[in-house]
């Protein structure tokens, strides 16, 4: 790790995600006595990326805040204002922000648990610990909180599921890796490859990211109260952002018994196996291996060589989606050589393609069509690399989520006598852009019924099934219920009628500081 990273600054949660520390507990907390609540964070040990060196932490603690939070604890409005709009504005801050996120219908923020309203949080205090730890860390933080001006809205508990989310599926195969130490030079022509090890930058501000500039941050006046807390950023303005990440969480229930049942009639219908149909939809084995029959076990940049046979692979060798389907899971959260192709020339041709308009490739005319199309139901294929918001590399985030409730595998979920395991996940990724990586995926790709060209369909696992709006009042809104696989047989290879499987139940952006900022705030 390069010495010009201030380790001791940043929050250890952008670099681990405290795998070892099997307990978890996410405490949402609203700020009552703005003092109080003011100096007991700032007094709060918070594990650091320095920490983690020598001996493993039994427990540690990580803070987060919402842009309400900054200003309950009496932050000047000026200064909220540097910090990004989509943070500004907050998760549930307008019906436009709600109906690209996908949360309408029963995923309206009016349905939440929390996240809206007077249920809105200020603060959010991660706590991780061993098993036999956790129970008194939790009781005592919360208490702690109480008797400084905090009070506790939610507690989201958590269930180490290892490695496994609630479906039954391996979980955090595909995560990004980062450049900790600097080696490469990204916004060149030299760095446009794909590759699964990203800028400082698309998690940290204050970095270069992807495109070679610096992550805006919030900056303070240099004459600001007490700026010398703070670090600065190349002009030597006190850097209320840096070492900082904006953080993102949703409290996502998985309707498990559901998404089995549903998929054991479907899959008896299309005549393929249950565990084929449903690994269909998320384009992996439940091990985590990806679909057979496409190149596996490419040495990509970031890849480590032992996940290499479940993360070393692009969708080159399968464009048309014969082996992974075009709306599966995992090519729409990440599509991968969706970058930009070797084909451009030049920084006005590399913006271009940067962007998504691509004129310059010539597509094949054998290739036109998906194979597995019908007589008579011809439709163009898009390529990745043309497509406009196939851009992947410029949208990836870091998850560091936790699953919660009781964990059962397909065979308990389809035992009629198996009670509702009530299971989820607690959606968490840091990201230094909110709307250039969290919102474009969540809407441009997961949430989307128009992606890779595809219609009348989401994300197979989390769309929300609402109808796509429709453009013309006189036209009948679109429905997006439906998944297709290839297949001969047209009436076999789409399936309609998808239930939802996943419900929102809370959400909302938060500012993770550096350490040094979180201790400017408890001094103000």
């Avoid at 992947?392 to 198996?418: C, M, N, W």
Wanted: hydrophobic share 40%; glycine share 10%; charged share 25%.
């Amino acid at each position: 790790m390069r010495r010009d990273i201030d380790t001791a600054d940043i929050q250890a949660l952008t670099y681990t995600g405290f795998g070892s520390l099997s307990g978890a507990s996410y405490v949402l907390l609203r700020v009552i006595e703005p003092q109080p609540a003011r100096r007991w964070l700032g007094s709060l040990k918070v594990a650091g990326i320095a920490d983690l060196q020598g001996a493993r932490l039994p427990q540690a603690t990580q803070v987060a805040l919402t842009a309400a939070g900054l200003r309950a604890l009496e932050l000047e409005e000026p200064i909220v204002e540097r910090f990004a709009p989509e943070f500004v504005e907050g998760m549930t801050g307008s019906p436009n922000r709600s109906q690209r996120l996908g949360d309408t219908g029963a995923n309206a923020p009016s349905n939440w648990r929390w996240g809206s309203g007077e249920r809105e949080p200020h603060v959010l205090v991660m706590l991780f610990a061993t098993l036999d730890r956790l129970h008194d860390f939790d009781r005592e933080t919360r208490h702690a909180a109480a008797a400084n001006g905090l009070a506790v809205i939610a507690c989201l508990d958590t269930h180490d599921m290892g490695d496994i989310e609630p479906f039954g599926f391996a979980d955090g195969v595909s995560q990004p890796s980062f450049d900790w130490d600097r080696a490469r030079t990204p916004g060149t022509k030299a760095d446009r490859a794909f590759s699964n090890e990203l800028a400082l930058g698309e998690i940290l501000l204050g970095y270069p990211n992807e495109y070679g500039f610096a992550a805006e941050s919030p900056k303070l006046n240099a004459d600001a109260p007490n700026a010398d807390m703070l670090p600065r950023d190349g002009a030597g303005a006190p850097d209320l952002g840096r070492n900082g990440s904006y953080l993102v969480l949703r409290d996502l229930a998985q309707d498990v018994l559901g998404f089995w049942r549903w998929v054991e009639g479907e899959a008896r219908r299309v005549g393929l196996s249950t565990d084929e149909l449903a690994e269909a939809m998320v384009g992996r084995r439940l091990d985590g291996t990806p679909l057979a029959d496409f190149e596996t076990g490419l040495a990509l940049p970031g890849v480590d060589l032992q996940d290499r046979a479940r993360n070393g692979f692009l969708f080159d060798s399968d464009p048309n989606g014969l082996t992974c389907p075009l709306g599966a899971h995992i090519r729409r959260a990440n599509p991968r050589t969706g970058d930009l192709p070797p084909e451009a020339e030049g920084p006005i041709d590399a913006l271009l393609t940067t962007l998504g308009f691509t004129a310059r490739r010539q597509r094949n005319p054998t290739s036109s069509t998906l194979p597995w199309e019908a007589n008579n139901t011809v439709r163009p294929y898009l390529r990745s690399e043309d497509d406009a918001i196939a851009s992947s590399r410029f949208h990836r985030i870091l998850r560091r989520g936790r699953e919660y409730g009781v964990k059962i595998d397909p065979a308990q979920a389809l035992d009629p006598a198996t009670p509702d395991p009530k299971s989820g996940l607690h959606f968490l990724c840091l990201n230094a852009n909110i709307g250039r990586q969290f919102e474009f995926i969540q809407g441009a790709w997961l949430a989307s019924a128009k992606f890779a060209g595809l219609t009348g369909e989401q994300d197979p696992l989390i769309g929300n099934r609402e109808p796509f709006p429709r453009p013309p009042v006189s036209e009948e809104p679109q429905p997006t219920d439906s998944f297709t696989r290839p297949g001969a047989e047209p009436a076999l290879r789409r399936s309609c009628g998808l239930p939802r499987f996943v419900t929102v139940r809370g959400g909302a952006y938060f500012f993770l500081p550096g350490l040094r900022a979180l201790k400017w705030l408890g001094s103000l």
